[in-house]
């Protein structure tokens, strides 16, 4: 469903031209949840972001159900790591937002807004606003107003990042209740090799600047996962060795960054 085809991504900082993506090549299924994994400043969200049309790549493509992104679009929607909920709206209209801004007429945007906020399990906060919300409960708001305006791709840009570690534990097992039932395609990005072998049924592991696809790990254990099995242990011994080398090249680029700044 999604086909990223020999995509990279330059920008200039502080007069300098940095390769901060090169040559990616992905295919992502229609349903599938797949992890991009990677050490800090890998490009993860920077890829995300070009898939979602916000930025464009310096080079290569990346379509959708055939159509090249150009720009965003009504087949895909963002949850980022700050919740971006409107302080001064109600959660169901934050929820609604998106179907508002599309003119879609306040009888069908109840009716979504009302199935959506049960189903991530806040039906009863519909008339409350987002202070009076927990965090985990604020990144429920923001999945149920991505899902509203009925995306065929959710991008998760570090969802859970701000949560304590019950908390988004917690929110894992819940998106992935949300995923099973309104099966949409997901890339979601992360940090943590334990969130990406959890949810993912592959993981993509990015390299160090430039960013490039160094290995996809599959997940083939069957949901709910035990993070106590052997299988689960194998995996993340696996992608923690993948991963450290690319950590490792990461704070040598940083060393050789702050020398000769």
């Not at 969200?45 to 009504?74: D, E, H, Q």
Request: proline share 5%; glycine share 8%.
């Amino acid at each position: 469903m999604v086909r990223i085809e020999a995509l990279s991504k330059r920008y200039a900082a502080g007069g300098t031209d940095i390769l901060a993506l090169s040559g990616i090549s992905a295919t992502i299924g229609e349903g599938e949840f797949v992890c991009l994994l990677g050490p800090s400043g890998c490009g993860k969200s920077t890829l995300l972001k070009i898939v979602a049309g916000l930025i464009p790549a310096s080079s290569g493509t990346i379509s959708i159900a055939g159509r090249v992104v150009t720009a965003p679009g009504p087949d895909r929607a963002m949850v980022f790591q700050d919740y971006a909920l409107f302080p001064w709206m109600t959660v169901v209209e934050n929820a609604e937002f998106g179907l508002a801004a599309r003119g879609v007429a306040p009888a069908r945007r109840a009716a979504a807004s009302a199935e959506l906020l049960k189903a991530v399990g806040l039906g009863e906060f519909a008339a409350k606003y987002p202070h009076h919300l927990s965090g985990g409960m604020k990144q429920r708001v923001s999945i149920a107003r991505a899902l509203a305006v009925d995306p065929m791709l959710l991008l998760m840009d570090e969802p859970f990042g701000a949560l304590d570690a019950q908390t988004r534990f917690v929110m894992q097992q819940e998106l992935l209740r949300i995923w099973r039932a309104y099966r949409k395609t997901v890339l979601f990005v992360t940090h943590s090799i334990e969130e990406a072998l959890y949810l993912g049924d592959r993981v993509l592991l990015m390299t160090a600047r430039p960013g490039r696809i160094k290995a996809e790990i599959p997940v083939a254990s069957p949901r709910p996962r035990d993070i106590g099995s052997v299988e689960f242990a194998r995996l993340r011994a696996q992608t923690l060795e993948l991963l450290s080398e690319e950590i490792a090249r990461s704070m040598e680029q940083e060393a050789t960054a702050a020398v000769t700044s």
